[in-house]
């Protein structure tokens, strides 16, 4: 296992959130319960001199729903945790921006997704700006900047040959614990394995009956948590909704509202087909992440003895979840940047499949797909060689992760290099 998280970790997001708030008149920061976003806006009111809302505070919560006005008014900034609790706060909100629309107005935080709210996507339509909040990732728990997907936008051939430069001394098993540790703050700091799956059954649990309830009132809620079991035996795969769905005796209609409310409140992460349109053989089936390795780990009951293995599932199981972890390494990325212009995988009917498509605003690619073994030979590449051909120019560079410790370009475009070169300094 591996070492307790101690102390407060910086956050990439910090000074993104404060250049935001200079432009923008409300900064959402949403993400997963448990994330480190109340510790976030703890530190921005602070620094600010805002004024500091709690909605998990119950009595707070109550105090705000008979007077939303009352909160939200005055010249200081105003940041409200957890605003899904009253969703009446957002039409205060408006009111008070329709006398005052300044910039850094209100930052707000939420365990849900903010369309999934009711009334809540109309409230601020052309005012509110979103941010995501991803658990940890591995840079900044090394205390280290990522800066990989810039580098290759910008120089790809020369990131490969200064990480040649430095080979990966990062093992399997040191692979397997990080994949099984996940993001969460809190679940990193705890110092016995036993004690972190309690963590993340309880985090499941609460996520399910508190946060969806938020969200939405369902009718099999009994079925959710084994819904959500077998979905997490599909991450890193093409979404199978009736498949999950007969496996726990739910209509697939039923199914389907059920994922969305998982997405809803960051459980699942659904990644879009990309390309749809690049050529006919392109698929348009989504795949499916658990949004946290670790979480996803625990819901498949796989430790890191089990996945240490060098049995056939074994292999399997950890190819998927490395894959969950690398393709979430690389979209906490994508959140800090500001040239972002679409992410998804890309699939052909055929059974070729490029794992994370990452497309900068004006159209430039790069392509991810992660092996998890210690060589990747050439045939391995057949699916990035492919999506290169079809995109011709606007195609980057294509990269292979993989478990060895090399990095070096295979072909034009097309380059190999360790998993861990995604966090390294």
Known sequence: MTTPLHGLVPRRLAPIVASRMAEEPVVLLQ????VGKSTLLRSLAAELGAELVDLDDVAVRDAVARDPGLFVSGARPVCIDEYQHVPLVLDAIKAELNRDGRPGRFVLTGSARHEALPRAAQALTGRLHRLPVYPLSQGELRGSREHLLDDLFTEPAAAVAAAAGRPSRTSREEYIDAVTAGGFPSALGRASLASRNRWFDDYVSLSVERDVRDVSRIRQAASLPALLERLAGQTAQVLRIARA????RLDEGTAQSYVRLLEAVFLLYRLPAWGTTLTTRSTASPKIHVLDSG???RLLRLTPAKLAARSPTALTEFGHLLETFA???????VSWADWLGGVGHWRTHDGEEVDLVVERDDGALLAFEVKAAGRVPGEDLAPLRKLRDAAGDAFVAGVALYLGARSYTYEDRLHVMPVDRIWAP
Do not use: C, I
């Open 245 to 248: 769905a007969s496996s726990v």
């Open 295 to 297: 979480v996803a780990a």
């Open 31 to 34: 993400g997963p319960r448990s």
């Open 327 to 333: 393709v979430t390494e690389l979209l906490k990325q």
